[in-house]
C-alpha cells in the first residue's frame, strides 16, 4: 500500500491530514508537560531568551525538574536573595510568571506523560531540540 504513495503528493490520503494533527498535538502537549516537569535551566532559558549563563552560581539545581522547579516559591526566594542584579532577579520572575501560566494549562497532561515520552522519545528522537518547543507552543497555545 505504502509504495504506491511513492509518487503522489501530500496528503496521499485526506485521512493522513487528521492523523498528522493529531499526532502533532499529542506530541506537542507530551513535550510542554516534560518542558514544565522535567527541562534543565539551560533549557528554560534558551526558549525564554534569559541570559542565565553569568549567573549559574546563584542559580538553584532544579534536577531537570521543569519550569515548576524553577519557578518554585522556594527557588525564586532562593534567587531573590542571591547576589544575582535586580534586573537578572526580575528577568526570571517575569518568565515564570509567563512560564507558570502556561505550564498551568499542560499539568493537566501529565497522567500521559510517561507513556507518551517514551513512545516520542523512541518515534521521534530529538534529543530535546530547543527549536521543538517554540513551533510546539505556537500550535497549541
Known sequence: LSS?????EYPADAKEIVVAETFNDAFCYAEASR???EANIEEIASVF???LDDYKEFLPDINNGGVN???SD???????NSAMPDDAVTSIENTCE????????FDVF???N???SEFFAKQCPDEHNIDIIPWCGNLIM
Not at 98 to 105: H, M, S, T, V
Request: proline content about 3%; hydrophobic content about 40%; some cysteine.
Open 49 to 51: 531568551s534569559l541570559t
Open 110 to 112: 501529565e497522567i500521559y
Open 69 to 71: 522547579a524553577l519557578c
Open 35 to 37: 518542558f514544565c516537569n
Open 98 to 105: 509567563e512560564a507558570l501560566k502556561i505550564c498551568g494549562k
Open 74 to 80: 522556594s527557588n525564586l526566594e532562593i534567587i531573590r
Open 114 to 116: 510517561p507513556v507518551t
Open 4 to 8: 504506491s504513495w511513492t509518487n503522489v
